[in-house]
């Protein structure tokens, strides 16, 4: 049986949640490998919208485990409100469908402090960050004084582990960035309290992955953010802190990259990005505006406007060799109708040559004038098209367009927020 990763291959808000929410009929678990809340999954099923930042987006699906891996970054006091909202829809959230890892690190309040200090302290040259403490969390991971969902759990360990650790993060908090500090006890009691709500749901994600993969079950592997925003990657600094590429999946989830059979990229046909940084076919114009209209371009996490632009093959032909894409996933193609020509950017052109890979520096990049082909647009509302064969012409020709510049087959393709309002071309999971 085929396990699928789903990776963003833009600057995240591909529309992620919803193809995973649908692949997640055939999938038997759904593992989030990387991120935290700074990632917002927005689903419509039957009419009813659904914002997942933490609990993966097949949680809606019955009989389906759901798992947040060791490589997320995971703030318990957002993970407890998704659940108990769940749970006031009337979804029954337990072990039985939602499991944590006991090596995922633990977003703390100093995380977020400091994340927001820092970006007020950067002004103009601030990330763009969702101050949610995603970045200040990965630094400790990687500088070896995290504290893991096993240490919440464990009230004495979590209590040492503050003990230690504050005082470095206080120094920071109030010295540097003339921040409020913390002490141990108000951590202390209000985590320790949400470490034992948590308790039930924690395991070893990586063993409960390998016992599914030999009884045969399909697993999906749901990424956050995008390509183009992965810390190695991406558009450095203006990233994320971790690794959204489907090679994330492996060390993020726990399991060997043999285990990684296909990688669907979701690709919105047109591209948006939130924060500071770099965007070649941006649209300052009218151009923009429709896209921001027509596509409820604003931040499902923080409400801020998305900025838009047209398609960028380079980003996605980089984004198909980085994360070995095996198949697209098109997302909100009707939200061009009624733009014609329609732009889709295929090199850039720097001092008058040619180039079709991404520069390492933002100052290069920033110097990269986006090398448009024009096809035509259509009028025709999109909504309804449940066949591929029942799409407009100009509306083929743009997506077959598409899969030749990346090099990559597409095998879903979206036109409404709405479960039904899908084109499965081909089954990733088949
Ligand atoms: P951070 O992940 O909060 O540290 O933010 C770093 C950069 O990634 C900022 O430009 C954010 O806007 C961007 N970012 C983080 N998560 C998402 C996401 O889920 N979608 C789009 N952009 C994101």
Redesign the pocket.
Known sequence: MPNVVVVGTQ???EGKGKIVDLLTRQAKMVVRYQ?GN???HTLVVGGEKFIFHLVPSGILHPGTQCCIGNGVVLDPEVFLMEIDRLEGRGFKIGPENLRLSERTQVIMPYHQRL?IAREEKKGAGK??????G??PCYEDKVGRRGIRVADLIDPDSLKAKLADILPEKNFFLEKFLGAQPFTVEEILSKYAKMGARLKPLVANVSVLIDQAVKQGKNVLFEG???TH?DIDHGTYP????SNPVAGGAATGAGVGPGQLHRVLGIVKAYTTR????PFPTECLDKIGDHLVECGVEF?S?TGRRRRCGWLDAVVLKDSARLNGLTGLAITKLDVLTTLNPVKICVAYEVDGVQRDTIPPTIKDLERCRPVYEEVPGWQEDLRGVRRFEDFPAATKNYLKRVEELVGVPIQIVSVGPDREETIVVQNPFD
Not at 274 to 277: C, D, E, P
């Open positions: 600057w995240g808000d991120g700074n990632a917002g994340d990330i763009g960050t969702t101050g949610r995603i970045g956050a953010q995008g925003l203006y990233v994320t802190s939130v924060g500071s940084g931040g996490t």
